[in-house]
T-cell receptor, first 112, second 117 residues
């Protein structure tokens, strides 16, 4: 069975704090893809990053960084120096066939 | 940039009405998807299509049908709307694996918030 778990339902931080959103996945497939999406209050799901199962390199994009570890089946997302505009629901997702399996999402609230 | 558009951001309908939700993508993607999103239930796949005139049921197809007459357009139809179909509906598209690495990504439209009274 395939599954994505985001154990943190809601996180609240003060602006400029660093915050890490956890994602743990389950799959028996050797080839798969992992994603992070951001859903601001407007509702649109905005694509942030894709990683394939053969590429364990961590990635940094501005204040965002991602840590992919196959050994622990985790794909965690860190926001450095958080800003109020980062407030949103963040979804981790897994795909190995046609279907995208989403986690339940983590609501991030960044307070000024 | 990939663009997925949905015909309405907000829609209010009455029970029993036939409802059409339209989705258009401009990236020549083969695959298109309809999801609904509800608090506590996350995103659930209703239907998807991997080619023109082709469709496959997702996890919760009951009460819905779809139409894909043209590659860029994927319609979700509620034959007789019911109050339990009040939800946020999200359309997405994705290219095929063998046409480039970006094609692995599913891109979403802005969503349609449907209220059935």
């Amino acid at each position: 069975a395939q599954k994505v778990t985001q154990a943190q339902t809601e996180i609240s931080v003060v602006e400029k704090e660093d915050v890490t959103l956890d994602c743990v996945y389950e799959t028996r497939d050797t080839t798969y893809y992992l994603f992070w999406y951001k859903q601001p209050p407007s509702g649109e799901l905005v694509f942030l990053i894709r990683r394939n199962s053969f590429d364990e390199q961590n990635e940094i994009s501005g204040r965002y960084s991602w840590n992919f570890q196959k050994s622990t089946s985790s794909f965690n997302f860190t926001i450095t120096a958080s800003q109020v505009v980062d407030s949103a629901v963040y979804f981790c997702a897994l795909r190995s066939s046609y279907k995208l399996i989403f986690g339940s999402g983590t609501r991030l609230l960044v307070r000024p | 940039d990939v663009k997925v558009t949905q015909s309405s951001r907000y829609l209010v309908k009455r029970t029993g009405e036939k409802v059409f939700l339209e989705c258009v993508q401009d990236m020549d993607h083969e695959n298109m998807f309809w999801y609904r999103q509800d608090p506590g239930l996350g995103l659930r796949l209703i239907y998807f299509s991997y080619d023109v005139k082709m469709k496959e049921k997702g996890d919760i197809p009951e009460g819905y049908s779809v139409s894909r007459e043209k590659k860029e357009r994927f319609s979700l139809i509620l034959e007789s709307a019911s109050t339990n179909q009040t939800s946020m509906y999200l359309c997405a598209s994705r290219g095929n694996v063998d046409t480039g690495s970006r094609q692995e990504t599913q891109y979403f439209g802005p969503g349609t918030r449907l209220l059935v009274l």
